[in-house]
């Protein structure tokens, strides 16, 4: 991915924190005609879940059917790239008052490149789906206990292909008016924040937290 300097995060931290506020992710890997891509829900391995620096070197956890094509192409050792992408939404220029100007479209994506590693048996492949459920009701849900559903899991447990990601290298870009001047950025984030959509709003909130300049502080 290419991020040009004004839009990187000086602070890794700010890639993890994608990753645990935004964890369904694109996971891309060779196919023989195109590449596969296929959304799924991504979490930290419980060895890694309290970190808080950069995601490189860090084991992330996913799943998916089994029915999808994608599954039967993965092997142990295959490169892989999990895209997570956060808030985003369309600047029009009016917001800066000036002109000439050009419209744009400020955003945050995190780009995670590194390798699988197939998990071989439906113990494993369970936890990994319990462990997912307890990290999203925890951070997302209403602390729903899954104890009365373990056997409908084990029904449907099967049909699940489970795998571990072992993150190489990380990319960020926070596209988020970093080239414009404080009170623009701040007319921005005012027009995202007074929209009718909470995805406008959430990137308002996100737009000045970042923006901050101890943003460092993830």
Known sequence: MYVPSIYQAEDPAWLRRIVEQYPLATMITNGPQMPYATHLPII???????????????????????????????????????????????????????????????FVSVHLQGRLELIPTFEETLEVVQLTVQAYEKNFGDGWEMDSSLDYFRHIGPAVGAFRFQVESAD????????????????????????????GRELASFMRKFNQPDHNSA
Do not use: C
């Open 172 to 199: 960020g870009m926070f596209k988020l008016s970093q080239e414009k001047d404080p009170e623009v950025r701040e007319r921005v984030a005012d027009r995202f924040g007074a929209g009718d959509t909470g995805r």
């Open 44 to 106: 930290f391995s419980p060895d890694d879940a309290s970190g808080d620096g950069s995601p490189e070197g860090a084991t992330l956890l996913g799943h998916m059917n089994r029915a999808n094509s994608h599954w039967d192409s993965l092997a142990d050792g295959a490169h892989a790239q999990l895209i997570f992408t956060g808030p985003h939404g369309y600047v029009t220029p009016t917001v800066y008052e000036t002109t000439p100007a050009a419209p744009t479209w400020n």
